[in-house]
């Protein structure tokens, strides 16, 4: 039987990030919030894109992750959308993300941000950046399968 914690809600997915990356491999991290910030995260008001992680002085740092402020609290007790929150990983798997951004053209992405039980998770991509001539490639690719799955449709109909 499923227990509360295993329960996942995917808040927010950042498509983009899939298209401008190649994603090498990904993590899973949580992310300290205050009250207000995980509120509003639960309420679905969360944008990844344009976000990325840092390591800075052995921590990750979530930076550019805009969370809407929390609309039934107050301006005083409210967050700043923006805020560079910290990632909560073990210090192995810091060091080792560390190692592998050193490398020439990688970047860590947030690719989605989902709730697991209680807690707010982000999933981090390691990185490396598509050239336009991929990303033409991608969409092909696509399309083509697209329209192959569309012509064995009508095959099948008849």
Do not use: C
């Not at 997915?13 to 995260?41: C, M, P, Q, V």
């Not at 929390?70 to 805020?83: D, K, L, M, V």
């Not at 020439?104 to 999933?123: D, F, H, N």
């Amino acid at each position: 039987m499923a227990r509360g914690n295993d329960i996942e809600r995917v808040v927010a997915d950042n498509r983009k990030a899939r298209h401008d990356y190649f994603i090498e491999e990904t993590y899973e991290a949580g992310i300290a919030l205050t009250g207000s910030e995980i509120k509003s995260i639960r309420a679905g008001q969360v944008n990844l894109r344009g976000g990325y992680v840092r390591i800075v002085d052995g921590e990750a740092w979530l930076y550019d992750v805009h969370i809407a402020p929390y609309e039934q609290s107050g301006a005083y007790f409210n967050h700043e959308p923006t805020r560079p929150r910290k990632l909560l990983l073990h210090r192995r798997e810091i060091s080792r993300i560390a190692g592998q951004v050193e490398r020439q053209g990688y970047t860590l992405v947030p690719l989605r941000l989902y709730l697991r039980g209680r807690r707010a998770k982000v999933e981090i991509g390691l990185a490396r950046g598509k050239k336009l001539y991929d990303k033409r490639d991608d969409i092909a690719r696509r399309e083509a399968r697209r329209d192959i799955e569309r012509a064995l449709k009508e095959r099948t109909r008849r």
